[in-house]
């Protein structure tokens, strides 16, 4: 009679070579059947799949017991390593050979920029064209062309999400931290200024109703564009509420009398 217990490797070969490790048998005895195939994902970052095999031991053969209980099969998709963040999952990858060796130079990184932009426009929309502007600090990609509504999202969020992976695969190319930006047909300029109408609104609604308003969640780019927008303004003061990136901003209107060398703007 066989038991049977399941390993799971970057590979099917790692995952053998686990198995062999802890149940003490020469990996080319093992008898396994392959549940699934290993994936490095986009880019190797997002969309992984570890191989997962299944070993079957005789329970007659002693030397083929694990001295300890193996590691079972993977979590279910509910369960804390499936909600695993982007960012926990970036900080687990290994530094790439380049990062490990000199850092490359800013067209080498520019170039990889483009491409991996590239594709990760091409898995969303057709047609999309980047040009570049950059400096020590910041890397800037302009995209026109393709489905803009598509690449931009909803109040720009499936553009932040394509920022924020860029960001994250160039600087883990480079040993010094760069800002990278990501634009879609000058959507970002549109943007700064949408927000600045609505900020210049809601502060003048709330001088006249002297009680405070929202202006909804935002993430920390935009809020940060309504502080500095109404850091000058008289009459009232800017707070974001809440936890987690996307937190409300709130106008306050200020008490009468109010010291005039106090901020205006608090914590973005």
């Given at each position: 009679m066989s038991k049977f217990f399941e390993f799971q490797g970057k590979n099917v070969e790692k995952a053998i070579e686990r198995a062999s490790d802890e149940l003490n048998i020469s990996a080319d005895k093992i008898k396994y059947e392959v549940l699934t195939y290993g994936s490095t994902g986009i880019f190797g970052l997002v969309g992984i799949k570890r191989a997962k095999i299944k070993v079957f031991v005789?329970?007659?053969?002693n030397s083929q017991r694990p001295s300890q209980p193996p590691v079972k099969s993977a979590p279910s998709k509910t369960s804390k390593t499936a909600k695993t963040t982007i960012d926990e999952?970036?900080?687990?990858l290994p530094d790439s050979d380049e990062a490990?060796?000199?850092?490359?130079?800013?067209?080498?990184?520019?170039?990889?920029?483009?491409?991996?932009?590239?594709k990760i426009l091409d898995g969303i929309s057709d047609g999309a064209t980047i040009k570049t502007k950059?400096?020590?600090?910041?890397l800037f990609f302009a995209v026109t062309g393709g489905d803009s509504g598509v690449l931009i999202g909803k109040r720009g969020q499936?553009?932040?999400?394509?920022?924020?992976l860029l960001e994250k695969m160039i600087n883990k190319r480079t040993t010094k931290k760069?800002?990278?930006m990501v634009d879609v047909e000058g959507y970002l300029e549109k943007r700064k200024?949408?927000?600045?109408?609505?900020?210049?609104?809601?502060?003048?609604?709330?001088?006249?109703?002297?009680?405070?308003?929202?202006?909804?969640?935002?993430?920390?780019?935009?809020?940060?564009?309504?502080?500095?927008?109404?850091k000058d303004e008289s009459g009232i003061r800017t707070q974001s509420i809440g936890d987690g990136y996307y937190r409300k901003l709130m106008i306050?209107?200020?008490?009468?009398?109010?010291s005039k060398g106090r901020s205006s703007h608090s914590k973005i």
């Open positions: 005789d329970e007659k053969n999952f970036l900080e687990r490990k060796a000199e850092k490359e130079t800013n067209e080498e990184i520019i170039d990889y920029g483009i491409k991996a932009l590239q950059n400096s020590k600090e910041k499936t553009l932040e999400a394509i920022q924020y760069l800002r990278v200024n949408n927000l600045k109408q609505l900020a210049s609104r809601m502060a003048e609604k709330a001088k006249k109703i002297r009680k405070p308003v929202t202006i909804g969640q935002m993430n920390a780019h935009d809020r940060r564009i309504v502080h500095i927008h109404l306050f209107p200020k008490k009468r009398g109010a």
